[in-house]
């Protein structure tokens, strides 16, 4: 039976991706054991429902737990892992921090790069330890297209994902003669409850389906890195070029 | 999950909906930061995709826009098409009228006395002003998109309001579970398909959509969160059922599917000349085939011709009889899963106009006659057409269609449609999509529900301003004569008097309204 564990379960990509595996399951007519990580148990426990009752012979499981704590991420990892050896971990939380709020007050600041960037890769770096054992698995990181060069409009959020990117980077190329793999996924703004305030402010976002189609494509196919929609990959590759006298210019 | 949503653990499965609301009530509070948008002790529902354009400053200055809607997680192709001229302009909307009589054509910016109205609204598909709320608040219902519970023997699920029928019909239909009434499309939510109490092709045979529904919990303005059902709270039920929203918002529902042994229909395809092979049709079809609808051309006036159609869910035995159905499932599937084609932009003009219809028309009818005989038929393309072609509106131009359907007795059903019929060949004006169906003989449960015994018929007019208003008033005096009705999912225009006259029921259910509550449409019917 396959072990997928997503932390950061109520994250919208993160549920339509669990849609998309447990929906390939009940097609494939094979069963699936799902730990969904979420802060929050009320919270996580609804995604869990709506997903059994999606596909009544998965196994889904809630696991709550504080997410900026190294200590309890590593006691959790070890829980996980403990109950049945972990095929895919796909790492998705994350907190759009709201950049002004990031600059007056140092705290939020602190907050938003332990959520968006310590966080996620300690993770990782504890499921890593587990998968190179078996030689076996798959960790995927959610990171952002925000991450590939600082604006001024959300540099702390970008330097978390940034941050989130290198680490990734670095993991591939040490896991690159082993089985285990390391996706590293950018979605550009993608319409979730995260980016509600954008979107109330009018800006276009790619469907989460669309997106979650995407994540869960690449990692079956263990890409290292995933921008999604792909249209982001030639947009960032533009921006990441731009000299800095034009990109001083732009007002994004 | 043994026994959940058997008659016995009922109660639990309601709580279960509640509690689900509670949480993202306080989560939404937690992470963005919204109170003090809404009215006093409404927390629980700014969990929804609420809309605070109008919320604070923003309002007396330049960058003032009418309305803006905020969704939550889900696709909703409507953003942005929403409060711009093009949105109006597609789906029919031209305006709305106040208080005062006068008609706020597009405009929208000089009475605020709205300003603090809110309601609810789901995938925003219907064709006139009841999911509109100019000058006000408007929930987008699409992020309560969880299933709740189903219950494998009984097939009873609960869910969020903000479920499209869709995704229901494609993971149970493979389970051998359906819903029992879907309209001609099934991109809507299930929210929206209660507050419009929408009907089917197989209205004659198993009701509304309000007739399956067993209970729901209904958030209102005041802070009270209902669980209600059909035995504790018969007439709070009943106003919630085709009320427009208007009751409160509806947060999830306990629905009962149907059983289904195959995604595929028998159909009969039967050409028919004259109203009188219409309706001899329809009575001969209407205990051995559940679902019945038929076109009809409405241009050729009184040779009325058209196509009628009927169909039976096949067996799970006639489906194995039929080996080659495997291989169109794949085929099928295939389908369902690809991007639908869309139409890409509003072209300047409507591409349904005078010229068009006729051959349109023409074509169309031949077209059916050719594939008269029985056919085999998956249940989506049969019963949602439309939805392979997104923003199909587009194609009645910049200034949009309207929609009419209109429900008459039984009795004076035959002279009533061909008198509608004349009227429209009269006017030169002319429909695509003409449908003529037999509703069956029961009342519907909500006290504001379209559906009556009698017979409908639903129209598509490209707005060519005052002559298709004035076709349309014309029918409206047809239908009042009959004591019909019309649709209010699909109306934007009709005037008070018909609308109270076709609804009977209208003072009870004003008692149960929810007064923080109102829509474009209430306020053009109704005291607010």
Known sequence: MQHIVIIGATSAMAEHCARLWVQAAAAASTSLRLTLVGRDEARTQRVADDLRVRSPQSNVQVMTTDFVNASTIQQTVNAITAQAPVDIVLIAHGVLSDQTTCQDDVMACDAALQVNGVSPVLFAEAFTKPMVAANHGTIAIIGSVAGDRGRKTNYVYGAAKGLVSRYAQGMQHRLAHTNVKVVLIKPGPTDTPMTSDLKAKGQKMASVEQVAQDIVKGIAAGKPVVYTPGIWQIIMLVVMHLPRFVFNKLNI | ?528
């Not at chain 2, 949503?5 to 709580?15: E, I, N, P, Y």
């Not at chain 2, 696709?75 to 005062?100: A, C, F, I, L």
């Not at chain 2, 038929?294 to 006639?318: K, P, V, Y």
């Open chain 2, 1 to 528: 999950m043994p026994g959940r949503g058997s008659g016995k653990t009922r109660c639990a499965l309601v709580d279960k909906g509640l509690h689900a609301f509670e949480r993202v009530g306080v989560h939404h509070v937690a992470g963005h930061g919204l109170q003090g948008v809404f009215i006093g002790g409404f927390h629980a529902v700014l969990y929804l995709p609420v809309e605070q354009a109008l919320a604070h400053g923003d309002r007396d200055g330049d960058n003032y826009r009418p309305y803006q809607v905020r969704n939550y997680y889900g696709g909703d192709h409507y953003y942005g098409d929403r409060d711009d001229r093009r949105y109006r302009g597609n789906r029919g909307y031209r305006g709305y009228r106040g208080d005062d009589g006068r008609e706020y054509r597009g405009e929208y910016r000089g009475d605020r006395r709205y300003y603090g109205h809110s309601r609810g609204q789901g995938y925003g598909r219907s064709y006139g002003d009841v999911c509109l709320n100019p000058d006000g608040n408007l929930w987008h219902t699409t992020g309560l998109n969880k299933l709740i519970a189903f219950d494998e023997t009984t097939g009873r699920l609960v869910c969020e309001a903000g479920v499209l029928l869709r995704d229901i019909q494609r993971l149970f239909v493979p389970r051998g579970w359906m819903l029992p009434v879907t309209p001609g499309t099934q991109l809507i939510t299930v929210g929206g398909a209660i507050a419009n109490d929408v009907h089917g092709k197989n209205h004659h045979a198993v009701g509304s959509f309000g007739d399956h529904v067993l209970g729901l919990t209904l958030a209102r303005t005041s802070g009270e969160v209902l669980q209600l059902d059909w035995t504790s709270a018969p007439a709070m039920m009943s106003a919630t059922v085709g009320g427009m929203g208007l009751t409160g918002v509806v947060v999830t529902a306990e629905l009962q599917l149907r059983r289904v042994s195959s995604p595929w229909l028998r159909t009969e395809t039967l050409p028919y000349q004259g109203l009188s092979e219409f309706f001899e049709l329809a009575d001969a079809s209407e205990h051995d085939w559940e679902h019945t609808v038929s076109w009809i051309d409405c241009l050729a006036g009184q040779t009325a011709r058209g196509i009628f159609m009927r169909a039976n869910h096949m067996t799970a035995q006639e489906t194995a009889n039929m080996p080659s159905l495997k291989a169109a499932l794949t085929v099928q599937q295939r389908k369902m899963q690809a991007k639908p084609l869309s139409m890409p932009f509003v072209p300047p003009i409507s591409l349904v106009n005078g010229l068009s219809l006729k051959p349109f028309n023409m074509a169309y009818y031949q077209l059916q006659k050719m594939k008269s005989g029985f056919d085999v038929a998956h249940y989506e393309p049969f019963s949602y057409p439309l939805d392979n072609l997104q923003h199909w509106n587009r194609m009645y131009g910049p200034r949009g269609f309207y929609q009419y359907q209109s429900v008459v007795p039984r009795e004076v059903g035959q002279p009533a449609v061909q008198a509608m019929l004349d009227a429209i060949a009269a006017s030169g004006e002319g429909s695509f999509l003409a449908v003529l169906k037999t509703f069956g003989n029961r009342e519907a449960k909500g006290m504001l529900s379209f559906p009556q015994p009698g017979v409908t018929l639903a129209l598509d007019f490209p707005n060519r301003g005052e002559r298709t208003l004035k076709l349309l008033d014309r029918l409206d005096a047809i239908v009042r004569e009959a004591k019909g009705r019309l649709y209010m999912a699909k109306d934007a225009r009709m005037s008070r008097d018909l609308f109270e006259a076709g609804y009977p029921r209208l003072s009870e259910f004003t008692a149960h309204r929810d007064a923080g509550i109102s829509s474009a449409m209430s306020r053009r019917l109704m005291e607010f």
